[in-house]
């Protein structure tokens, strides 16, 4: 089956830096790469996603970045807030009986300090 | 609309007992699943379904049973706790692919604290 690392798993920034998350997957069948944020006491919520034919998709002060011949795939925040930290997973998904099937990394716990 | 449901919020069972946590959405989702998650281990899939009477085992499927028996509902059945099934659950929608466009979000529900004895 599909296997997700993600790295690293804490990442600590002051606020107005950039914070990088990378994750790697290991089945080439996998086509949809979402990304969830997971505040402390909450339900995973959607950020943003990318699909295998994209290489690249920003969202304001978020970006995903995908490299489908390298099986790897990262997310980037400028100008860290505080309300940035939370828990962050990536998932690489693979399209079963019409649906889209995560599996998810570890997860990274993002800290801003302000 | 209230999404994703799930109840209990908490429970607290001893060794042996056995219990069932509900799901529900009112999205008509086609897609429907179960997620643990432990500390430093991420999200880890228990049971899927794509549809009413169907479903597969996901990742770490022992210990649990589901069913689905309509597009709306689709509860996890623990048959004999553990203390290794201490866990936070999350329940999961989303909707069938659609070829050029719509959305593969997957909502979570609010989660259920587990705590085996």
């Known amino acids: 089956g599909e296997n997700v690392e993600q790295h690293p798993s804490t990442l600590s920034v002051q606020e107005g830096d950039s914070a990088v998350i990378k994750c790697t997957y290991s089945d080439s069948a996998s086509n949809y790469f979402p990304w969830y944020k997971q505040e402390l006491g909450k339900r995973p919520q959607l950020i943003i996603d990318i699909r295998s034919n994209v290489g690249e998709k920003k969202d304001q002060r978020i970006a995903v970045t995908l490299n489908k011949t390298a099986k790897h795939f990262s997310l980037h925040i400028t100008e860290t807030q505080p309300e940035d930290s939370a828990v962050y997973f990536c998932a690489a998904s693979i399209l079963a009986g019409g649906s889209y099937i995560p599996t998810f990394g570890r997860g990274t716990s993002l800290i801003v300090h302000p | 609309n209230a999404g994703v449901t799930q109840t209990p919020k908490f429970q607290v069972l001893k060794t042996g007992q056995s219990m069932t946590l509900q799901c529900a959405q009112d999205?008509?989702?086609?897609?429907m699943s179960w997620y643990r998650q432990d500390p430093g281990m991420g999200l880890r899939l228990i049971h899927y379904?794509?549809?009413?009477?169907?479903?597969d085992q996901g990742e770490v499927p022992n210990g649990y049973n589901v069913s689905r028996s309509t597009t709306e509902d689709f509860p996890l059945r623990l048959l004999s706790a553990a203390p290794s099934q201490t866990s936070v659950y999350f329940c999961?929608?989303?909707?069938?692919?659609?070829?050029?466009?719509?959305?593969?979000?997957?909502?979570f529900g609010p989660g259920t604290r587990l705590t085996v004895l």
């Open positions: 999205m008509n989702h086609e897609y």
């Open positions: 379904s794509v549809g009413a009477g169907i479903t």
């Open positions: 999961a929608s989303s909707y069938h692919h659609r070829l050029g466009g719509g959305t593969d979000t997957q909502y």
